[in-house]
Nanobody, 124 residues
Framework: QEQMVESGGGLVQPGGSLRLSCAGS????????IGWFRQAPGKTREAVVC????????YYGDAVKDRFSISKDNARNTAYLQMNSLKPEDTAVYYC?????????????????WGQGTQVTVSS
């Protein structure tokens, strides 16, 4: 059964860094495009960083450009979201998702598998 599990969230001060991990099982990561999304209280889920299965195309949300980066270790079926220079407005539940077709996708409805989410809180 396909499953994705995020980890690495927590409380961090403004300006700090966190690295989120997303471990997949039951499917091959290198066949899927990966997306990191977030949802803050009272807001809709938004794409943060997304990447195609061949790593050739990537999307970075305007709010996170130059601060966040995505990477994948296909051998470990794991994706990472490196978050630097964190701001209070980055506070949200962060989700990873996988899309079977492997093409770049920016909306949550286009993804097939989801993790349970991990809380990131940026506060002093």
């Amino acid at each position: 059964q396909e499953q994705m599990v995020e980890s690495g969230g927590g409380l961090v001060q403004p300006g700090g860094s966190l690295r989120l991990s997303c471990a997949g099982s039951g499917f091959r990561f290198d066949d899927y495009s990966i997306g990191w999304f977030r949802q803050a209280p009272g807001k809709t889920r938004e794409a943060v960083v997304c990447i195609s299965s061949d790593d050739r195309l990537a999307y970075y949300g305007d709010a996170v450009k130059d601060r966040f980066s995505i990477s994948k270790d296909n051998a470990r079926n794991t994706a990472y979201l490196q978050m630097n220079s964190l701001k209070p407005e980055d506070t949200a539940v962060y989700y990873c998702a996988a899309r079977l077709t492997g093409t770049l996708a920016l909306t949550s409805s286009e993804y097939d598998y989801w993790g349970q989410g991990t809380q990131v809180t940026v506060s002093s």
